[in-house]
């Protein structure tokens, strides 16, 4: 594994760090795989060993040594500059979440920068569970609830008539709707957002609560404390435990020098920070989507950016379609279903996966390694 900074703006003022890790097969022909987190402001290392990478962190009781970085089996394994060598493998782009927005918009430009030098061999892009237009993933959050048997039909049908469907900016004069919503989060305020199927447990850290970030609002809003009290360390069966073992591993000095980290260069490290200057420039990727080859993949029990949402936005673009849905398989068992359009479009639900379908490992790595392969799912 290469880790190192690379230098953006005119003037490299800004360093991007950057974690690299070559191909388990070939990789002067394998392809090239860049992969951008969500959040917006989280780190790659999110990437690396919990989602992608050739990583993870075991899952024990901390007890005050460095946390052990075990291998995942399932990885996918002005920078090329540096790497000439790779220049003419097959490149493709990727990210999850709120990097629906940044990777189309990505995968453009470099369609544009190609007339230039270095070309890059861009060959499409893959993108799990994408927020693709600005806060409106939200509204499908309560047709998914009432799909999933989480409120019953009586509430979706007075939700439907008092809202209309909008339950993002509800009226404030609008109180039939404010009222029917709020039974609605009631009906749903103990459920694990991110994946429906898994335990909600929060705990308290130094840092930003973990499972804030899908308050039911906004991926965009500053995620808030709980002030429920709740037990400093979650247990091993909570989802977060691994983040809380990411945090020890990477505020560690031994592992910083092994990193080379830039002293000064960053304070205490967070999974994902909202301290950021982030600028929402772009809040609509679907033009960016038109006349792009993609492969989209998601969870099917994501209620934060839900399969509804993603379904919609592809039904946007009008493109027919080549083969109709299907369950695809894993050892002759259904791992999802599938669908492919023109322009090389394919969607894929992932059987069990939420909201970082790549912590459904196994079936993340398939359906990229099949993609990258050109063989059908």
Same mark, same amino acid.
């Given at each position: ?6 230098? @953006? ?15 388990? +097969?070939?990789? $002067?022909?394998? =392809? ?7 959040? =917006? ?14 990583? %993870?962190?075991?899952? /024990? ?15 996918? &394994? ?11 493998? =097959? ?13 189309? @918009? ?8 190609? /007339? ?9 892009? *893959?993108?799990?569970?994408?927020? !693709?237009?600005? &806060? ?14 989480? *409120? ?7 939700? !439907? ?7 993002? %900016? *509800? ?14 989060? /009631?009906?749903?305020? /103990? ?8 335990? $909600? ?20 809003? !500053?995620? $808030? @404390?709980?002030?429920? =009290? ?20 990477? %505020? ?57 949402? &993603? ?24 791992? +999802? ?6 322009? %090389? ?6 059987? +069990?996966?939420?909201? !970082? ?14 993609? *990258? ?5």
């Amino acid at each position: 594994m290469e880790n190192s900074y690379v230098g @953006v703006g005119d003037l490299e003022e800004v360093q991007l760090f950057y974690y690299f890790v070559k191909s388990e +097969g070939n990789p $002067k022909t394998d =392809p090239l795989l860049f992969w951008l987190t969500g959040g =917006p402001g989280c780190s790659a290392l999110t990437a690396l060993a919990f989602e992608v990478g050739p990583i %993870n962190f075991k899952i /024990k009781e901390y007890d005050g040594s460095l946390p052990e970085v075990i291998l995942n089996p399932y990885s996918w &394994t002005k920078w090329l500059i540096r790497h000439p060598e790779f220049l003419s493998n =097959p490149f493709y782009v990727g990210g999850d979440s709120y990097s629906g927005i940044v990777i189309p @918009v990505i995968a453009q430009e470099i369609l544009e920068e190609n /007339k230039h030098a270095p070309y890059i061999n861009q060959q499409g892009y *893959i993108l799990g569970n994408p927020v !693709t237009v600005g &806060t409106t993933y939200q509204n499908f959050a309560i047709p998914f609830a009432h799909r999933m048997t989480l *409120i019953p039909d009586e509430l979706f049908e007075s939700l !439907t008539s008092s809202c209309k469907g909008e339950y993002v %900016n *509800i009226d404030p004069s609008n109180v039939d709707c404010l009222r029917h919503y709020n039974t609605y989060q /009631k009906c749903i305020s /103990k459920i694990h957002k991110a994946n429906i199927l898994l335990p $909600k447990c929060s705990f308290h850290s130094p840092k930003r609560q973990e499972d804030a970030i899908f308050d039911g609002r906004s991926l965009y809003n !500053t995620p $808030k @404390v709980l002030l429920d =009290p709740e037990p400093s360390i979650p247990s091993l069966d909570c989802p977060a435990y691994k983040f809380l073992l990411s945090s020890y591993w990477a %505020n560690n000095d031994q592992v910083r020098k092994a990193l080379h980290i830039r002293k000064g260069s960053i304070g205490e490290w967070t999974r994902c920070s909202d301290g950021q200057n982030y600028n929402y420039d772009i809040e609509n990727a679907f033009p960016y989507h038109v006349n792009l080859s993609s492969k989209g993949y998601r969870g099917d029990h994501d209620m934060v950016v839900s399969h509804l949402d &993603t379904q919609a936005w592809i039904k946007s673009l009008n493109y027919s379609i080549v083969e109709d849905w299907r369950p695809w398989f894993i050892a002759d068992q259904v791992a +999802g279903y599938t669908r492919s359009y023109a322009n %090389n479009m394919t969607f894929a639900t992932i059987k +069990g996966g939420g909201h !970082t379908a790549e912590y459904t490992l196994k079936e993340c790595s398939v359906i990229f390694s099949r993609w *990258i392969a050109r063989e059908s799912l």
